[in-house]
């Protein structure tokens, strides 16, 4: 069964330095999404992608964050300047149409991102 | 306002017994949908079903069934005959049209004691 995948599994890096996550969408699947758990607490919506460009972003994503398709499978999400709130469980997700009926978003494993 | 709440942070249930996650929405929009993910202490989101606002009826896959009441803005998540691998983190979240995010509830923590 197709899955959508994620590396690195878990991530440190120090305060105020790039990061980029890195996803694989499922093969046909057309959007694209990225999404936060900081731990214990609710999953919070980033960002959508679609056709080369953000469809929605929520007030997270702020210019510190920019995702980027850079060829014709890998989905990147980059943090500039890492801050230690940014700590969290980052899931990309994917789904095959952005229509509202029956268009579930397979989540990936996720990336652990820690801050020191 | 919360629009997805989830007011029961932790459950238990006995072993091979049914179980209901409550799960009550917010929106103006009539047009929307509602899911449910589980997630397991390994930390991936699984999803397990999908209610559409104009569906008819009740959602249902294998052991999962959405109990919607629409008018009442509940979607609560019934889980029958209950396995210890029911053991889980349980979102409610919603999507409503035009929009591409999914917004969460905070999460109902179920434990199936055998």
């Known amino acids: 069964e197709p899955e959508v995948t994620q590396t690195p599994s878990h991530q440190v890096t120090q305060m105020g330095q790039e990061v980029i996550l890195r996803c694989v969408p499922i093969?046909?699947?057309?959007?694209f999404y990225w999404y936060r758990q900081i731990l214990g607490q609710k999953v919070e919506f980033l960002v959508s992608?679609?056709?080369?460009?953000?469809?929605?972003k929520s007030e997270i994503f702020d210019d510190q964050f920019s995702v980027e398709r850079p060829d014709g499978s890998n989905f990147t999400l980059k943090i500039r300047s890492t801050k230690l709130e940014d700590s969290a469980m980052y899931f990309c997700?994917?789904?095959?149409?952005?229509?509202?009926?029956?268009?579930?978003?397979?989540f990936g494993p996720g990336t652990r991102l820690t801050v020191l | 306002a919360q629009k997805i709440t989830q007011t029961q942070p932790g459950m238990f249930v006995q072993e091979k017994e049914a179980v209901t996650l409550d799960c009550t929405y917010d929106?103006?929009?009539?047009?929307?949908?509602l899911f449910w993910y589980k997630q397991p202490s390994s930390g991936e989101m699984i999803f397990l079903i999908y209610?559409?606002?104009?569906?008819?009826q009740n959602a249902t896959e294998g052991r999962y069934s959405l109990n919607f009441q629409k008018a009442r803005k509940s979607a609560n998540l019934v889980i029958s005959a209950s396995q210890l691998g029911d053991s889980a983190m349980y979102f409610c979240?919603?999507?409503?049209?035009?929009?591409?995010?999914?917004?969460f509830g905070s999460g109902t923590r179920l434990q199936v004691q055998p």
């Open positions: 209610q559409g606002s104009y569906d008819q």
């Open positions: 997700a994917s789904s095959v149409s952005g229509a509202l009926s029956y268009n579930e978003q397979f």
């Open positions: 929106t103006s929009d009539p047009s929307y949908g």
């Open positions: 992608f679609y056709n080369n460009e953000i469809s929605e």
């Open positions: 093969s046909n699947h057309l959007y």
């Open positions: 979240a919603m999507r409503e049209q035009g929009r591409r995010a999914l917004t």
